[in-house]
């Protein structure tokens, strides 16, 4: 079964690479380890403030979060 991880990084394969934030949010989300679980949260944080993005790490949005991000993180020229 592929993780969320996984099925993001195909949604995102035409751009460079996935939105920081959004990466720790799917590890913190999967992570199993109260420690591990913690330590991607305190970087999911990070990386969500930096961003001004205002989703919750517990939200089960699938897709619909590629949709959201491409739209304040394309860093491709125009």
């Known amino acids: 079964?592929?993780?969320l991880v996984e099925k993001d990084k195909k949604r995102y394969r035409d751009l460079k690479e996935m939105p920081k934030f959004q990466i720790f949010m799917r590890k913190g989300?999967?992570?199993k380890n109260l420690i591990v679980k913690f330590l991607y949260k305190c970087l999911y944080v990070y990386y969500r403030n930096k961003s001004f993005i205002e989703i919750p790490m517990d939200i089960?949005?699938?897709g619909a979060i590629y949709r959201a991000?491409?739209?304040y993180n394309d860093k491709s020229p125009s």
């Open 1 to 3: 079964m592929e993780s």
């Open 29 to 31: 989300q999967e992570a």
């Open 60 to 62: 089960n949005i699938g």
């Open 69 to 71: 991000s491409i739209l």
